[in-house]
C-alpha cells in the first residue's frame, strides 16, 4: 500500500511538473505577447500624440489663416471656402476645376516670386500717395504747356500770316518802284526784284536782276562797280518810297558815281526832300550845293575837333 502511494505521488509529480512546465512555456509565450503589444501600444500612443500634436498645428494653422484672411482681406471662412475651396474652380480664362498638386506647384511658383521680389515696403502706399500726387501735378502742368502751345502756335501762325502779308504788300510795293527808279538811274536800261522762292513768303529771298541800256548781263556781279553801287541806291530809294520815314541818313552812296548819275541821284533826292529829311554824309561839292544845312567836322592845330555849321538856304513849309 506505501509502494502504491508513493508510486501515485510520483506520477501525480510527474504530471505537475509536466503541468508546470506547460504553464512555463505558456507564462513565456505570454510575456512575448505582452511585450509586442506593449511596444504596439507605445507605437499607437505616440502615433497618436503626433496625430494630436499635427492636430493642433493645423487648427493654429487654420485660425491663424482665418485671422490673415480676416485682417488682410476682410473675408470670412466661410465665404473664401465657397469661393476659392477645393470645389470651386479655379478661377482662369476659362475657369479650371481644383487640382491640389498643380495649385501647390502654382503656390510655389507664386512663393518664388515674392521672394524674388523683396521684403515688403512699409512706406510704400505714403510713397505712392506721394508719387500720385506729383504725377497729378506733372499731368496738370503738362496740360497747361500743351495748351499754352496751342495758343502759341496760335499766335505764331497770326504773326506769320501778318508778317507774311506786310512782306508781300511790301514786296510788291518796292518792287513796282524799284522798276521805276532803274529806268530813271538807268535810261534805257531794265531792272526788277525776284523772289526766290515765290510759294513760301516766309523763307523766301530775293534777288536784284539788273540790265544797264547797252548790256545784256544781268547779275549784279558783272557789272562794273558804278553800276552795282547805282543798282544799290535805286533799291534803297525804292524802299524809301515804298515806306516813306520822316528821316533818313545816308553815308556817301555817290562816291562811286561819275557826274551823270550823280546828277540822276540828286535828282531823287530832291523828290524825297519834299516829304522826309536827308541826312547825307558826303564829300560831293554838287550833293552840298543842293543842301538846306551844312555841318563840317575839322581838326585845329592844337588836335582839338571842332563843328562848322552853314545854313544855307531855309526849307519852304509844306
Avoid: C, W
Avoid at 482681406?73 to 475657369?95: N, T
Avoid at 514786296?171 to 535810261?187: H, K, L, N, W
Amino acid at each position: 500500500a506505501l509502494a502504491s502511494s508513493i508510486r501515485l505521488a510520483s506520477r501525480e509529480r510527474d504530471d505537475a511538473d509536466l503541468a508546470r512546465v506547460a504553464v512555463d512555456a505558456e507564462l513565456k509565450q505570454v510575456r512575448v505577447r505582452v511585450r509586442e503589444l506593449g511596444q504596439e501600444l507605445d507605437k499607437l500612443v505616440n502615433r497618436v500624440h503626433g496625430s494630436e500634436v499635427a492636430r493642433t498645428e493645423q487648427r493654429l494653422r487654420l485660425e491663424q489663416l482665418q485671422e490673415r484672411a480676416m485682417e488682410e482681406f476682410g473675408v470670412e471662412v466661410e465665404a473664401l471656402v465657397s469661393e476659392y475651396g477645393p470645389d470651386a474652380p479655379v478661377p482662369g480664362d476659362p475657369p479650371v476645376p481644383y487640382v491640389r498638386e498643380e495649385q501647390e506647384k502654382r503656390a510655389r511658383a507664386a512663393e518664388r516670386q515674392m521672394t524674388q521680389l523683396g521684403k515688403v515696403n512699409p512706406l510704400a502706399l505714403e510713397e505712392f500717395a506721394a508719387l500720385e500726387e506729383r504725377h497729378a501735378f506733372l499731368t496738370s502742368q503738362l496740360e497747361d504747356l500743351k495748351k499754352t502751345r496751342r495758343d502759341l502756335l496760335t499766335v505764331v501762325k497770326e504773326v506769320d500770316d501778318r508778317v507774311e502779308q506786310m512782306f508781300a504788300s511790301a514786296y510788291e510795293d518796292v518792287a513796282r518802284e524799284f522798276e521805276q527808279i532803274f529806268g530813271r538811274v538807268f535810261p534805257g536800261g531794265d531792272g526788277r526784284l525776284v523772289l526766290t522762292d515765290p510759294t513760301d513768303m516766309l523763307t523766301t529771298g530775293i534777288e536784284v536782276e539788273a540790265r544797264p541800256p547797252g548790256k545784256k548781263v544781268k547779275r549784279l556781279s558783272l557789272l562794273s562797280g558804278g553800276e552795282r553801287s547805282l543798282t544799290a541806291v535805286a533799291f534803297l530809294i525804292s524802299i524809301f518810297k515804298a515806306r516813306p520815314s520822316p528821316f533818313y541818313v545816308m553815308d556817301e552812296v555817290e562816291a562811286a558815281l561819275d557826274d551823270t548819275n550823280t546828277q540822276r541821284l540828286l535828282t531823287l533826292f530832291e523828290e524825297l526832300r519834299q516829304s522826309s529829311q536827308l541826312i547825307v554824309i558826303t564829300h560831293n561839292k554838287r550833293t552840298m550845293e543842293i543842301a538846306d544845312a551844312l555841318y563840317g567836322v575839322s581838326m585845329r592845330g592844337d588836335g582839338v575837333t571842332q563843328v562848322v555849321s552853314q545854313r544855307l538856304r531855309e526849307r519852304e513849309s509844306a
